[in-house]
């Protein structure tokens, strides 16, 4: 009888097997990762988006004046423009960035939240710098603070005091904590890294104007020496210098900031040329 035989690998072959499949691994995986990143700023994207024509939605019905924010300070806790926009999205998960994964921001900041509730993804626009100064017009969306009842409160603004609403921001990826804005000494405050690539989407930050539009732009941080380390002491700008003055409803108007009177659109110039040690990519 014919005896047959049986084939089989040899160790050697398995070994090339096993080496095509690790290589094919290492080039297929950075791939795929760089797919689900890209899925995560589509997604952030469309959120910024919807923000965007919600905050538009808002403005018809509010007389053309954008929103307000306020404390309430009975309950101890912010009242953000996000849950003013809520009503027009009648969803809150769009006000959740994919890409941002911290948790607890109103928890850190003695707002009656869970330590574990995710933080809000998009900040409104206060303008360049943030002051929580009485009576002190930040150049954004937002009047001068007031007190009322012993509430602080920030009033919004006509928009007919924005010139140019396709290149003002309104909101946008923002790595903030209560409250959330987009302020250059406050977008970075729950960053903890030193690189752009590790923030979110890599620096690729999608912004909403206030016409409604919304794009994706590339930001880059730095370590700022002017500004308080005991406050992250991390800035962020727009890469295109051009894009320095869309913080400001009316870049010609003078405001205070760090560096006395100036110009709202020179602001952002001002905290770069005091000193900033730009993150790498």
Request: glycine share 8%; charged share 15%; proline share 5%.
């Amino acid at each position: 009888m014919e005896k047959r035989h049986r084939s089989a690998f040899t160790l050697i072959e398995l070994l090339v097997v096993i080496a095509v499949i690790g290589i094919l691994a290492a080039l297929l995986f950075p791939v795929f990762a760089q797919a689900r990143e890209a899925a995560r700023r589509i997604a952030c994207l469309s959120n910024t988006r919807q923000i965007g024509l919600a905050f538009q939605m808002y403005i018809e019905d509010y007389d053309e004046v954008t929103l307000s924010v306020y404390t309430d300070i009975a309950n101890n806790k912010v009242v953000d423009s996000w849950q003013i926009l809520q009503p027009y999205t009648r969803n809150y998960q769009i006000f959740y960035c994919p890409d941002r994964n911290d948790t607890g921001c109103g928890y850190k900041e003695g707002m009656n939240e869970s330590p574990d509730a995710p933080c809000i993804g998009y900040g409104y626009n206060w303008g360049p710098m943030q002051s929580f100064s009485t009576g002190e017009y930040q150049g954004g969306l937002l009047g001068a603070a007031v007190n009322v009842a012993g509430n602080e409160v920030y009033a919004g603004i006509p928009e007919a005091a924005v010139p140019n609403t396709a290149s003002t921001f309104a909101f946008g990826d923002c790595m903030d904590r209560p409250w959330y804005t987009l302020a250059i000494t406050s977008i970075l405050s729950n960053y903890d890294g030193d690189t752009n690539s590790g923030m979110v989407h890599g620096g690729m930050f999608n912004i909403a104007y206030v016409d409604g539009h919304a794009k994706a732009m590339p930001w880059k941080g730095a370590l700022s020496e002017v500004f308080p380390a005991s406050q992250s002491g991390r800035i962020a700008v727009p890469k295109d210098t051009a894009a320095w003055d869309d913080w400001c409803a009316d870049p010609d108007l003078t405001i205070n900031s760090a560096f006395g009177s100036m110009p709202c659109g020179q602001v952002a110039a001002a905290y770069v040329k005091t000193g900033a040690t730009w993150f790498p990519d």
